[in-house]
């Protein structure tokens, strides 16, 4: 079974520019989540989609951050503009069940942005 | 609102000593517990999990048990390998949101 698909795997930017990553989850997981990882702390949950419906963007910076997850397949993370304090590891992760807190979330390798 | 804070690292072991990384939790209600690592350039993987309390979750040798009374899921390994060097998450899953710990990094030395 194909794992947690991400691209790019590293981005380099400068400040106020765009960027926008890639996730392709495992197949037929319904939710999907993006994470936020700065250097030396864990992730921080940005948003989690269930199906192609929204059910949490509480963490979500939505003056600069967007999220869509098209026909409840793929999803892509946007920033724009990006700041230096975005610079961070964006980890997409899917599960197979709906807010099931018992379910494992599956992680891809994660992109890692750099902003200049 | 819900927390979980791990022991602070870098933590060096020499191969063969047994390790434990300490964890806790705040949290309303009765949520999962896990522990992800991360090996050096590889994504978050589950190393393992428990479900409700009293639970012992174990897997490649590491084991941990859910402790509602002490509100605790340390980590612990009776030998470490240098393969076992990496960074280890301990989080906790309330209704579908992980919430992580900052991680604690560990380095086996031969």
């Known amino acids: 079974e194909a794992g947690v698909a991400q691209s790019p795997r590293y981005k380099i930017i400068e400040k106020r520019q765009s960027v926008a990553f890639w996730c392709n989850p495992i197949?037929?997981?319904?939710?999907l989540y993006w994470y936020q990882q700065i250097l030396g702390q864990g992730p921080k949950l940005l948003i989690q989609?269930?199906?192609?419906?929204?059910?949490?963007d509480s963490q979500l910076p939505k003056d600069r951050f967007s999220a869509e997850r098209l026909k409840g397949v793929d999803s892509t993370l946007k920033i724009q503009p990006a700041k230096l304090e975005d610079s961070a590891v964006y980890l997409c992760?899917?599960?197979?069940?709906?807010?099931?807190?018992?379910?494992?979330?599956?992680f891809g390798p994660g992109t890692r942005l750099t902003v200049l | 609102g819900d927390s979980v804070t791990q022991m602070e690292g870098p933590v060096t072991l020499s191969e063969e000593a047994f390790l434990t990384i300490n964890c806790t939790y705040t949290?309303?209600?009765?949520?999962?517990l896990f522990w992800y690592v991360q090996y050096p350039g590889e994504g978050l993987q589950l190393l393992l999990k428990?479900?409700?309390?009293?639970d012992k979750g174990s897997n490649k040798g590491f084991e941990a048990t859910y402790r509602k009374e002490t509100t605790s899921f340390h980590l612990e390994k009776g030998s470490v390998q240098v393969s076992d060097s990496a960074v280890y998450f301990c989080?906790?899953?309330?209704?579908?949101?992980?919430?992580f710990g900052q991680g604690t990094e560990l380095s086996v030395k031969p």
């Open positions: 992760a899917s599960s197979s069940r709906v807010g099931m807190g018992t379910d494992t979330q599956y």
């Open positions: 197949s037929g997981h319904a939710t």
């Open positions: 989609f269930q199906n192609n419906g929204v059910v949490d």
């Open positions: 949290a309303t209600g009765y949520p999962s």
């Open positions: 428990a479900t409700k309390a009293d």
């Open positions: 989080a906790l899953n309330q209704g579908g949101k992980l919430i």
